[in-house]
Antibody, heavy 117, light 110 residues
Framework: EVQLVESGGGLVQPGGSLRLSCAAS????????MSWVRQAPGKGLEWVAN????????YYADSVKGRFTISRDDSKSSLYLQMNSLRAEDTAIYYC??????????WGQGALVTVSS | QSVLTQPPSASGTPGQRVTISCSGS????????VNWYQHLPGTAPKLLIS???QRPSGVPDRFSGSKSGTSASLAISGLQSEDEADYYC???????????FGTGTKVTVL
């Protein structure tokens, strides 16, 4: 059974940092591009970042470029999102997603990140 | 900001057919495949259609997707109460080098 389990969410002050993790199981992690997608309260889905099979290609939304870093550890079947210089508008549920752009797409349950003083 | 435009809402009675449109441009839908997602509040979004018209295993054949030019559509035939959810289209945008989602459509079963 495919599982994507996010962790690391929580409350952080504006300007602070947080690192999200996503533990993958039930499939060959190295076969897939992985992504982070978020949903702010009352808003639609917003793509955040993509990373290819071996971590050599990374793409970011303009809204997070220079502040967020996506990475993966294939030996641990894990995906990460390092979030720095957090802003109130980064408050959202963050989903770990397998193959967001094609066949085999699968979403985790999400981790809530709240940026507030 | 969303570069794919969807109607904010759609509705129908049980058994009816509902269609949701997704309008894009030559840099996204025009040259790349479209995916559709179903999102029930409080749950993880689910891939409904990939590569314009492919249903993953387990997705009922009541759901179908199509694409023409810079637009795409999701059709739900034989609408059921459990289809009440938010639906999003998505595609890669080559100009933005970003994956873009539609604005989302809330489907209500009357």
């Amino acid at each position: 059974e495919v599982q994507l389990v996010e962790s690391g969410g929580g409350l952080v002050q504006p300007g602070g940092s947080l690192r999200l993790s996503c533990a993958a199981s039930g499939f060959t992690f190295t076969d897939y591009w992985m992504s982070w997608v978020r949903q702010a309260p009352g808003k639609g889905l917003e793509w955040v970042a993509n990373i290819n099979h071996d971590g050599t290609e990374k793409y970011y939304a303009d809204s997070v470029k220079g502040r967020f870093t996506i990475s993966r550890d294939d030996s641990k079947s894990s995906l990460y999102l390092q979030m720095n210089s957090l802003r109130a508008e980064d408050t959202a549920i963050y989903y770990c997603v397998r193959a967001v752009g094609g066949a085999g797409g699968y979403w985790g349950q999400g981790a809530l990140v709240t940026v507030s003083s | 900001q969303s570069v794919l435009t969807q109607p904010p809402s759609a509705s129908g009675t049980p058994g009816q057919r509902v269609t949701i449109s997704c309008s894009g441009s030559s840099s996204n839908i025009g040259i790349n495949t479209v995916n559709w997602y179903q999102h029930l509040p409080g749950t993880a979004p689910k891939l409904l259609i990939s590569n314009n018209n492919q249903r993953p295993s387990g997705v009922p054949d009541r759901f179908s997707g199509s694409k023409s030019g810079t637009s795409a559509s999701l059709a739900i035939s034989g609408l059921q109460s459990e289809d009440e959810a938010d639906y999003y289209c998505g595609a890669w945008d080559g100009s933005l080098t970003a994956y873009v989602f539609g604005t989302g459509t809330k489907v209500t079963v009357l």
